[in-house]
Structures are given as structure tokens and as C-alpha cells.
């Protein structure tokens, strides 16, 4: 395993940053740029910008703050919400995004993850999935935001990604987001036992040891944190050093 990643994530909704819980009642924390430097000063070694009223609305609204990130950050930037088309990752990906994250329309036309690996290259599709735990062991796929259930069983969903040309997984605990009561480590386990490719844990993160936790007993090749950065109670760097004690591999910004 190589180093494993720090990443910021931005959940995004019109201008604003926010952040929710179980990703629901948003919260508005300001301008995502003065976010974006700073967790790029920090030494975060990607941003997640996530729409979080794309899918409802039919159309991803991130193009000008990714040109504008794109302009003041330099590290690998990750896009996801309301892409519905091979045409939608090409704006993304001009407006300065390394990759792109699908959920909702991938779920209703597995095939589109297919169409984007084919003309971008799998290592810029990117599956997300949002996870709501169904019973011991057992993870639904939800999607618009985790307001929608899919009926798609998450790690069999995941295998299909792959299959299909997904280079990586975004893995999203429904359950534990915006609860800062540690990620969903048994998921995490499971989704990366059964694919190939790095999946990051997203939700939950609370405290510097979560990351750790989920790398460590998840084998998760990326963290995305949010709220614990996003409220100033740890920077990207408390985070490297944490795992760096616990015998982790991380990059040296």
C-alpha cells in the first residue's frame, strides 16, 4: 500500500460551503475558496468538492468555483454531484477537475461509468456511494444525497463499479456523516476486501484517531474529512501526524 491520502472534502451548495448531518440540515459555512486555501496550506493532498443539490436540481453548479479553486490549489481536485453525462465530466474537467465522482446517474445507467472511463481514462471515474447500513453486515446504496434508496446492495454495487471501469471509490457512511462518532470502519472493510482499486472513507471522522482506525482496520487507502477541518478542532497536518504515530504512510508536503 503507498501513502495514503488526506483529503478535504467541500460539500457545496450554490456558493456556499456547508456542512449536515446524515447529510441533511445544512448548515452554511462560507466561502468554499478561503477553504480551499486553507486546507491546500495545510498540505491536504486533494479536495473533494461534493454538490449537494445537483441531483435534485438536474445539473452540477461547481464549474466556477473549480475554475477558481483550480486557479490558487494544486493538488488532484475530485468533483461529484448531478453528472449525468460523458459531456458533463468534459465542463468539469476543463473548468480544472482531475476527477470526477458519479452517484445517482451511474446507479439509474450503470453504463455511463463505462462511457467516462473509456473517454477519460478509469483513474478520473470516480463511484461514489453512499452507504445506509440495512442490517449486521449488510449496506444499501442511497443516492440524490442519501435521501433515495436504490434497492442496490453496496458491495456487490462496488464490484459492478469496478467492472464497469471505476478507478476508485468514494464510500460515504450515510449513517455516521456530520455524527463526528468515527467512520464506519466494518463498511469500509468490506468494500475494500472485495474491489481492486482504493476506496476512501468518508463520514464520520471526529477525532484524530478515526483515521487512523479506518486505515488501519478498514484498509482504506484515503480519508475524506469535512467538519473536524471545516470547525477548525484539527488541520490536515494534526490529522498526518496522528498517522504517522500510528505507523501509517503519508505524504511529506
Known amino acids: 500500500m503507498g501513502n495514503v491520502r488526506l483529503i478535504a472534502r467541500l460539500d457545496i451548495k450554490g456558493p456556499n460551503l456547508i456542512k449536515g448531518i446524515h447529510l441533511e440540515g445544512l448548515r452554511v459555512l462560507g466561502d468554499p475558496q478561503e477553504f480551499a486555501r486553507r486546507y491546500y496550506a495545510q498540505g491536504a493532498d486533494e479536495l473533494l468538492y461534493v454538490d449537494v443539490v445537483a441531483s435534485l436540481y438536474g445539473r452540477n453548479s461547481l464549474h466556477d468555483i473549480i475554475q477558481r479553486a ?19 465530466v468534459r465542463n468539469i474537467l476543463r473548468a480544472g477537475a482531475d476527477k470526477i465522482g458519479i452517484n445517482t446517474e451511474a446507479t439509474k445507467r450503470p453504463e ?18 453512499e452507504a445506509k447500513r440495512v442490517a449486521p453486515g449488510r449496506w444499501e446504496v442511497y443516492t440524490d444525497n442519501g435521501r433515495e434508496k436504490s434497492g442496490l446492495d453496496v458491495v456487490q454495487w462496488a464490484q459492478r463499479g469496478v467492472e464497469l471501469g471505476a478507478g476508485e471509490i468514494l464510500l460515504t457512511s450515510v449513517d455516521r456523516e456530520g455524527t463526528r462518532k468515527g467512520f464506519d470502519v466494518e463498511l469500509v472493510a468490506a468494500v475494500s476486501k472485495a474491489v481492486p482499486v482504493p476506496v476512501i472513507a468518508s463520514g464520520g471522522m471526529g477525532r484524530l484517531e478515526d483515521a487512523a482506525a479506518v486505515v488501519c482496520e478498514g484498509a482504506a487507502d484515503a480519508v475524506a474529512m469535512a467538519d473536524i477541518l471545516h470547525y477548525g478542532r484539527a488541520t490536515v497536518d494534526d490529522v498526518r501526524s496522528t498517522a504517522r504515530a500510528a505507523g501509517i504512510s503519508v505524504r511529506t508536503p
Open 70 to 88: 483550480a486557479r490558487d490549489v494544486f493538488v488532484p481536485l475530485t468533483v461529484a454531484g448531478g453528472i449525468r453525462s460523458v459531456d458533463d
Open 112 to 129: 455511463l461509468i463505462r462511457e467516462v472511463s473509456r473517454t477519460f481514462g478509469s483513474q478520473c471515474m470516480v463511484l461514489s456511494i
